[in-house]
């Protein structure tokens, strides 16, 4: 299994900055993807950005050029830095790990699906006011 511990989180006054991290336990693996989401109560989980081992990033229509995603493979940590924040990213971020064959599915369909990814972490909550 893959350990996944997020933290970071907090709340931030609307055009305010956050990071968030997510320290993994997985070192044995090539070729993973590795992914945020987001979700606020009674909706459904958001796919926010992925990036894979090869460095490939996606995003989130919502928050292109806002959000940015990046991994310290030394560290094996991943992080999600948000600028601009907005009210409407104010929801619980999670931190998940996928196979490789997780990145191929986002880009052909066009849509970070919780069912790609196989390990997730607690979450942390992020408040935008």
């Known amino acids: 299994d893959v350990q996944l511990v997020e933290s970071g989180g907090g709340s931030v006054q609307a055009g305010g900055s956050l990071r968030l991290s997510c320290a993994g336990s997985e070192r044995t693996y090539m070729k993973w993807c590795m992914g945020w989401f987001r979700q606020v109560p009674g909706k459904e989980r958001e796919g926010v950005a992925s990036?894979?081992?090869?460095?490939?990033?996606t995003y989130a229509d919502s928050v292109k050029g806002r959000f940015t995603i990046s991994k310290d493979k030394a560290k094996v940590t991943l992080y999600l830095q948000m600028n601009i924040l907005e009210a409407d990213d104010t929801a619980m971020y999670y931190c998940?790990?996928?196979?490789?064959?997780?990145?191929?599915?986002?880009?052909?369909?066009?849509?970070?699906?919780?069912?790609?990814?196989?390990?997730w972490g607690q979450g942390t909550q992020v408040t935008v006011s």
């Open positions: 990036i894979n081992s090869y460095g490939m990033t």
């Open positions: 998940a790990w996928g196979p490789s064959s997780a990145m191929p599915a986002i880009q052909a369909r066009g849509i970070m699906s919780p069912a790609y990814f196989a390990f």
